[in-house]
């Protein structure tokens, strides 16, 4: 069963810290605490900054994970002569996919907890690459942003 996320504690926790520092920051105790030093070393502005860099990197990873989620997983050969050639999202945790097992290619419907064969393909769509594809990343980008700008 899912948790849910309930979005009061983080303003309390902030609220408590913000009162627990101005609490803090009277003028006599503040003059005994810090000494000679004229400023708060720590104060509201550095807690908020911590909160907004802690806040700003938790979207990130969520946001990520959501983008590795949608993309699907970047595996595209398994062990021994499994491939998948390509695949398309039918719905939101639908999949159809077109794998090469040995000579014959197959068309699969996989969804959660199921995995269906919808079709067996007497002649290849896609024939295998004659060669390797070669060459670095640069290069290629290289080329795929002359093409961009010359089209």
Do not use: C
Request: aromatic share 6%.
């Amino acid at each position: 069963m899912r948790q849910r996320f309930y979005r009061w504690p983080l303003p309390v926790v902030l609220l408590s810290v913000f009162l627990l520092d101005s609490a803090l920051a009277d003028e006599k105790t503040a003059k005994a605490i810090k000494g000679p030093l004229s400023t708060d070393p720590v104060g509201t502005g550095h807690y908020l900054q911590m909160m907004l860099g802690l806040v700003f990197v938790v979207a990130l990873i969520i946001g990520l994970a959501w983008f590795m989620r949608r993309m699907g997983n970047f595996q595209t050969t398994a062990a021994g002569a499994l491939k998948i050639l390509g695949g398309v999202s039918v719905g939101q945790r639908e999949r159809v996919l077109l794998l090469q097992a040995g000579d014959t290619q197959l068309l699969l419907g996989v969804a959660p907890g199921q995995i269906r064969t919808l079709h067996v393909l007497d002649e290849p769509i896609i024939s295998e690459p004659s060669h390797p594809p070669s060459g670095n990343f640069a290069e290629k980008l290289h080329k795929l942003l002359k093409q961009r700008t010359s089209s």
